[in-house]
């Protein structure tokens, strides 16, 4: 990959152009997020040692004054989610009715591979996701907090650097997973989960 970022070769999966990428890790995420930056000419947010963080599997610190692309915090994502100055109080992100607003586990493919041995069923990979925007809006203007993918954090679970929090629910979920109020158990930070993608934040000014 140009500009030093060769660990982000062949990372990340969707099921079409339209749909969310998923299949990317903390680290994958965060690297990528500088990447963009420095393609659009902003001032990467993400350091390791004083240097732009572009390989490996390090515990990056984030410059807050810098210009460019990264992961929101929680308490911004649920800020975003519910509506921000605009909110009208949803149990979900733009509508109380959860059909109106998220892909999940009652409207989308819920297909099951048996993993063997560790006793548990997970997701198939390709399944579930749909088409972003598609659903309504919340009062942001944005779409599919209460569906589709969960999405990374910033945010360190338990304060330890290689457990990351993510937030909402994805297309495998169930309806009681979707509030807004539920936090998501915090993931391995290199882990890349076919229900997990991201979005997008700058700092304000910016």
């Given at each position: 990959m140009a500009n030093g970022y060769s660990d982000l070769a062949n990372?990340?999966?969707?099921?079409?152009?339209?749909?969310?990428?998923?299949?990317?890790s903390w680290y994958d995420v965060v690297k990528w997020c500088?990447?963009?930056?420095?393609?659009?000419?902003?001032?990467?947010?993400?350091?390791?040692?004083g240097a732009v963080y572009k390989t490996g599997q390090s515990g990056p610190t984030m410059n807050s004054s810098a210009s460019g692309y990264r992961l929101p915090l929680?308490?911004?994502?649920?800020?975003?989610?519910?509506?921000?100055?605009?909110?009208?109080?949803?149990?979900?992100?733009g509508s109380n009715n959860l059909l109106d607003v998220a892909w999940y586990r009652?409207?989308?493919s819920g297909a099951l591979v048996d993993l063997g041995s560790n006793g548990?069923?997970?997701?198939?990979?390709?399944?579930?996701?749909?088409?972003?925007?598609?659903k309504v809006p919340n009062e942001l203007g944005t779409f599919d907090?209460?569906?589709?993918?969960?999405?990374?954090?910033?945010?360190?679970?338990?304060?330890?650097?290689?457990?990351?929090?993510f937030r909402g629910p994805s297309w495998y979920n169930f309806e009681f997973e979707a509030?807004?109020?539920?936090?998501?158990?915090f993931g391995d930070a290199s882990a890349r989960i076919s229900v997990t993608g991201f979005r997008l934040a700058r700092s304000s000014g910016n």
């Open positions: 990372v990340g999966e969707g099921s079409a152009g339209n749909h969310p990428v998923r299949n990317v500088n990447a963009k930056s420095q393609k659009e000419g902003l001032t990467p947010v993400y350091q390791v040692s929680e308490k911004e994502w649920e800020w975003a989610a519910r509506g921000g100055v605009s909110s009208q109080g949803y149990n979900y992100s009652d409207n989308s548990y069923d997970y997701p198939a990979i390709g399944c579930g996701t749909w088409p972003v925007g598609a907090m209460s569906g589709n993918v969960s999405e990374w954090c910033w945010d360190t679970g338990n304060d330890a650097s290689s457990q990351r929090h509030n807004l109020a539920t936090r998501v158990p």
